[in-house]
């Protein structure tokens, strides 16, 4: 996809996020917003995947740590034909629904690992990246995780553990807005210098602005041009990214849109007066 492809491809993945959102009556649209580029770009032009085959043993792998900004994967995975056809209604966390609240790799087909207890995608991912490397395949896995999320001690443990085994097929997103459920990264934790301490771990890491889809390939292929180190990209992301009244308001981390401002979302996501 080109860059225009994938803006449109965002924001049908965000109109769907927040749709499901709106007629589920419950989730969390703010991080899923959040992390709506970089889940196009892995979707639209990066990973290596069969949805006719979720379970072909060389497919890239993605685990979406921070597991409640799950809206915005199961739109991805509807729009890439998981599915058969797009999903008319997603019944979001609905009990029996194979879109719970959290993803649950044993329920819906994509999903390779089951999150949502925060701080783990990172150890799990070097699990997988350890597996690929002592099987001979050359799979890469690609994690989600969000800022505050780092405030757990696992994920360090799992940045350890990548570091130490050279783990060049792992490459973490660090959903690097700002926010977590119980405010601002800087007043809970202070965990702000994110890549200095990936880097002091021994990671490779890069920055990229988490909106601009360009950067985000590059930083992409600056990470398989590092075969010895797995990287982290720290992306600037504005939380509630493509709604205005959603962009940096942490009230919408979780919330479910009014009428009115799910027709306002409607109109401009798909409605053709996006930005």
Request: glycine share 12%; proline share 4%; charged share 20%.
């Amino acid at each position: 996809m080109d860059e225009y492809e994938l803006k449109q491809f965002a924001d049908k993945l965000r109109y769907e996020a927040i749709r499901m959102v709106y007629e589920g009556g419950d989730g969390h649209p703010g991080p899923a917003f959040s992390i709506a580029d970089i889940i196009a770009v892995l979707y639209g032009n990066v990973m290596r995947i069969d949805p006719q085959n979720p379970q072909w043993p060389d497919r890239d792998r993605l685990i979406l740590s921070k597991g409640h900004a799950c809206p915005i994967w199961y739109a991805a995975l509807s729009e890439k034909g998981y599915f058969g056809k797009p999903i008319e209604h997603f019944h979001l966390r609905e009990l029996g629904s194979k879109f719970q609240g959290h993803p649950v790799m044993n329920k819906t087909e994509g999903v390779d690992m089951t999150s949502g207890s925060l701080g783990n995608g990172i150890p799990i991912g070097a699990g997988m990246a350890m597996a690929a490397k002592q099987q001979g395949r050359d799979f890469r896995v690609y994690v989600v995780t969000g800022d505050g999320e780092l405030n757990e001690g696992v994920a360090w443990e799992g940045a350890m553990i990548a570091a130490h085994h050279k783990l060049g097929n792992l490459t973490v997103f660090v959903d690097n807005n700002g926010w977590q459920s119980g405010g601002s990264v800087e007043d809970v934790s202070g965990n702000t210098d994110i890549g200095g301490k990936f880097a002091s771990f021994g990671w490779n890491v890069c920055k990229a602005n988490g909106h601009d889809y360009a950067a985000l390939q590059a930083a992409i292929q600056q990470a398989k041009d590092v075969a010895d180190r797995p990287t982290a990209i720290i992306c600037d992301c504005v939380k509630g990214k493509g709604l205005p009244y959603m962009e940096n308001n942490n009230d919408w981390h979780k919330k479910v849109p009014t009428d009115e401002q799910f027709a306002l979302a409607t109109k401009l996501l798909v409605g053709g007066d996006a930005e």
